[in-house]
């Protein structure tokens, strides 16, 4: 018999593959060595993010795999700046600078 857990509701982990989250660690310890540890927690706009998370997904799409300056995955570099992002929209949303035209929302997706 086992024991009884509550976990409805609750993060499921386990649908998780750390092995494939490597290259981001990766990535943020080259950024720990090369600026200091959680230095990127200070605050990054939303666009100084986007801007850096497009430019490894252009090279990687280009079929490029590694960062010329890191010698590390551009996959990793993506993953660490969609955490990067998904952080500030969590925790800072002052670092939230995108372009918005005035008295425009967008209320239904886009047809492209």
């Given amino acids: 018999m086992l024991a009884t857990r509550y976990n409805i509701g609750k993060l499921n982990w386990s649908l998780v593959s750390f092995v494939a989250l490597g290259p981001m660690v990766s990535v943020l310890m080259f950024g720990a060595t090369k600026y200091s540890s959680h230095n990127w927690k200070k605050g990054l706009t939303y ?5 850096s998370l ?6 990687f799409m280009e079929g490029e795999n590694d960062d010329p300056e890191s010698k590390l995955s551009h996959l990793g570099h993506i993953m660490c700046n969609a955490m990067f992002l998904s952080y500030m929209h969590m925790f800072k949303p002052e670092m939230d600078d995108r372009y918005t035209e005035p008295n425009s929302k967008i209320e239904k997706p886009l047809p492209f």
């Fill in 47 to 51: 666009s100084s993010i986007s801007e």
């Fill in 54 to 59: 497009q430019r490894h997904l252009y090279a």
